[in-house]
């Protein structure tokens, strides 16, 4: 059974960092992409960033502040936010697409406010 479980979410103020972390369990972890979604209130869920074993990619919004990685012997994938902004502020899901099937996260959430 495959299982994401995010941690790390939490409130801070604008230009504070956050580190979210991601255990991925009940799949080969090193094999599929994994991904960092966000939801705000109101809003739709939005693509952040991803990672597999050769590249990262991200979205426009978060390039040069977030950072995507991820420790295939610890099962678990981080996104590092600095300098966060109150447009951040939103419940961040883990993603994983693996044997033709999608799976997410509960969700963590993060909210930047002064």
């Known amino acids: 059974q495959v299982q994401l479980v995010e941690s790390g979410g939490g409130l801070v103020q604008p230009g504070e960092s956050l580190r979210l972390s991601c255990v991925g369990t009940?799949?080969?972890?090193?094999?599929?992409?994994m991904s960092w979604y966000r939801q705000a209130p109101g809003k739709e869920r939005e693509w952040v960033a991803s990672t597999t074993s050769f590249s990262q990619e991200y979205a426009e919004s978060v390039k040069g502040r977030f950072t995507i990685s991820r420790d295939d012997d610890r099962n678990t994938v981080y996104l590092q936010m600095n300098t966060l902004k109150p447009e951040d502020t939103a419940v961040y899901y883990c993603?994983?697409?693996?044997?033709?099937?999608?799976?997410w996260g509960r969700g963590t959430q993060v909210t930047v406010s002064s």
């Open positions: 993603h994983t697409l693996t044997a033709g099937a999608v799976y």
């Open positions: 009940g799949f080969t972890f090193s094999s599929p992409p």
